[in-house]
């Protein structure tokens, strides 16, 4: 009996989710819940090297999740930097198993009776469903092809220049340890990419996403080597490549489709490029309440005198996905700091619930438990082992916003931010308002070493903030790195694990906090009034999505970082940090420019609250693509392939561009 039309119960999707970063995972769990929310919903397989956890979202709504090794990856040792030859070696082992795998994952899909492949951005898993006689649809903002192929660039990324007299030598076994940086030859690439490119040439459909780069395997222009599209003088795109991408993708010349071997039916709609909106996880709705702000805050560890967001402004430090190492036993203290409570301030951050108030935790355990952590057993553990913080929950009348001074310190230390060499920290007074809380606990006693005179920004303070004529020799103050602005400005670090800095003492300067690993994203990046990590899909959806400034250190030589840059300046806020000053901690002017320019966005998002549009979007997208399955599987052509076609978009979602 065949499929009724809008009968989408009975379709077996299958979506392969390439392992590279948590941006492929998020935006895949984020379309495969909207997927499960249509009535009937099909069923959907999630495959993917990225661990079952990543999935959470999705698979707590009915997603059936298969780990499998489909793809290859690019060797990042740092958050912002690529191994270029290992990570080609890394393809040329993949390649070789790839039919391998293509046999044995077109079985799978036939077994299951699977309707559809859907990708983000496995090349494999449209060979798969090209081998099982199924349609597929690339749903991405960039594909492999084009980030091998740019492996060839003569960009050449210089590791970070050691400081021995800043931290101690650590730099310079840093620097030492990363592989000189050397172009790999486009000879030795251009087959290797070739074979990628043939994979993505199976798709069907393409759903681009915003901030996306050129689609060879999709597009006739431009074409690979990718290195032809960027403009190494100004590390842009071509003016070419920009008009390109400003283009409705409907509109591109677009290479034929290829046909299935000659046991299957000939394929029974025309290949087809469409835009496609943002997939972003939502943020929970009550996370722009006052309660939901104050239960996040709390869950982090940041006291209640510092939750009023008049007051007190937030940085979220994330580079999601990497590890984030423990300090080395090699930074060691040359000279006496405070004393502080040994031990203290390492609980405060490996303990998820340290700052939650007692009756606040225990008489609404149920909301805690329901909002961020799923486990209630786990949440009961928790407050069990963990020392609640008593503090006041007002703060005297907002201070306004000082310009921004050098933090008062004498010495300095280092900070490892995940997959990042050491910053530059310096030791700080306590936070102003730290006076107002007898409870708070003492400082830590950071392992130290003479301070370093720091470089000045290109830019002077003086032109970014009028009226500022404060001076180092005014004030009788060191030049020392400044990693926040003022002392209105807190810190929550990502992606630490709860044992760190049990080992080799506390490593965190005052004003930071460490987030659970489990927290939600979404919600912290709600919450913040600036972000700092890495350019990455998943953080500037969620940056654009929030109406967060986006602080960033670029990724040179990773080429998606391009389009993400167009996102950023056409529908968000985001500042360049340079690397040299992001490991010198000098990062206070950057986060003040940010803020400065994406306040007002911020102030009206915060205002608007989660309003449901991108979930809006997301399911008209879902409905779309089932859709156009149904219209497959009736074997019409009823998708009209004319450029005019994409201002009916509401098939498949809507145009971005």
């Known amino acids: 009996m065949g499929l009724m039309p809008g009968d989408h119960s009975s379709y077996h999707l299958v979506y392969y989710c390439s392992g590279h970063g948590y941006g492929h995972a998020t935006r895949v769990s984020a379309f495969a819940r909207h997927l499960l929310s249509l009535d009937p919903p099909p069923t959907v397989h999630i495959v993917s090297s990225a661990p079952k956890q990543v999935f959470t979202d999705s698979v707590a709504v009915g997603a059936l999740y298969r780990n499998a090794d489909i793809d290859p990856v690019i060797v990042q040792p740092l958050a912002y930097r690529v191994d270029r030859q290992k990570s080609v070696e890394v393809l040329q082992s993949f390649l070789r198993k790839k039919d391998m795998k293509v046999l044995e994952e077109s079985q799978w899909l036939k077994d299951i009776g699977a309707d559809c492949v859907l990708s983000d951005a496995a090349f494999l898993g449209c060979l798969a469903a090209h081998q099982a006689g199924i349609p597929s649809v690339l749903i991405s903002n960039f594909s492999f092809d084009s980030v091998y192929s740019y492996l060839s660039t003569p960009f050449i990324d210089a590791p970070p220049?050691?400081?021995?007299?800043?931290?101690?030598?650590?730099?310079a076994q840093v620097a030492m340890a990363l592989p000189p940086d050397i172009p790999i030859s486009e000879e030795t690439l251009a087959?290797?990419?070739?074979?990628i490119l043939s994979g993505f040439r199976c798709a069907d459909l393409l759903l681009r996403l915003p901030g996306a780069i050129p689609m060879p395997s999709f597009s006739v222009l431009p074409g690979l080597p990718s290195p032809s599209w960027v403009d190494l003088n100004t590390r842009t795109f071509t003016e070419e490549v920009i008009t390109h991408l400003k283009e409705p993708p409907s509109s591109h010349l677009l290479h034929p489709?290829?046909?299935?071997?000659?046991?299957?039916a000939s394929k029974s709609l025309p290949r087809t490029a469409i835009s496609a909106p943002l997939l972003v996880r939502s943020p929970n709705p009550s996370v722009y309440t006052a309660e939901?702000?104050?239960r996040l805050l709390n869950i982090v560890g940041v006291p209640p005198y510092l939750h009023n967001p008049e007051q007190i402004k937030i940085l979220v430090v994330s580079f999601g996905g990497q590890v984030f190492r423990k300090p080395s036993s090699r930074i060691h203290s040359r000279s006496p700091s405070r004393a502080g409570t040994p031990g203290a301030f390492a609980s405060a951050m490996t303990k998820s619930l340290n700052g939650i108030q007692r009756e606040v935790a225990l008489s609404k355990p149920s909301d805690l438990s329901k909002e961020y952590f799923p486990d209630p057993a786990r949440l009961a553990a928790a407050l069990r082992s963990t020392s609640l913080f008593d503090g006041p929950a007002s703060v005297a009348a907002s201070p306004g916003l000082p310009p921004p001074k050098p933090m008062t310190t004498g010495r300095a230390s280092s900070l490892k931010i995940p997959g990042a060499p050491p910053v530059a920290v310096p030791m700080s007074p306590p936070n102003k308002f730290a006076s107002k809380s007898p409870g708070k606990l003492s400082l830590p006693a950071l392992h130290t070493i003479p301070p370093s005179p720091v470089l000045a920004r290109e830019v002077k303070a003086q032109d970014t903030y009028p009226g500022w004529s404060s001076s180092v020799e005014e004030e009788n103050e060191e030049d020392l790195p400044r990693l926040l602005p003022d002392d209105t400005w807190v810190a929550i670090v990502?992606?630490?694990?709860?044992?760190?800095?049990?080992e080799n003492g506390e490593e965190l300067p005052p004003g930071f906090y460490v987030a659970p690993r489990d927290i939600y994203m979404p919600d912290l990046t709600a919450v913040a009034d600036a972000l700092l990590g890495k350019?990455?899909?998943g953080t500037v959806s969620e940056c654009v999505d929030a109406c967060t400034p986006f602080v960033y250190v670029p990724r040179p030589l990773f080429i998606e970082e391009h389009g993400l840059r167009l996102l950023l300046e056409s529908e968000g806020v985001g500042v360049e940090l340079s690397r040299s000053y992001y490991e010198k901690g000098e990062w206070a002017d950057a986060v003040q420019e940010a803020y400065v320019r994406g306040r007002d966005a911020k102030a009206k998002k915060r205002q608007e609250g989660e309003t449901g549009k991108r979930r809006?979007?997301?399911r008209e997208m879902a409905r779309g693509l089932l859709d156009w399955l149904d219209r497959w599987k009736a074997g019409t052509r009823a998708m009209d392939p004319d450029p005019q076609a994409e201002e009916d978009t509401a098939d498949?979602?809507?145009d971005n561009e």
């Open 161 to 171: 220049t050691p400081e021995p007299d800043l931290f101690d030598g650590l730099p």
């Open 191 to 195: 087959p290797l990419v070739d074979e």
């Open 257 to 264: 489709c290829t046909e299935f071997s000659d046991q299957y």
């Open 292 to 294: 939901g702000r104050r």
């Open 494 to 502: 990502c992606g630490v694990s709860k044992e760190w800095g049990r």
């Open 535 to 537: 350019l990455g899909y």
């Open 616 to 618: 809006k979007e997301g």
């Open 652 to 654: 498949i979602g809507h």
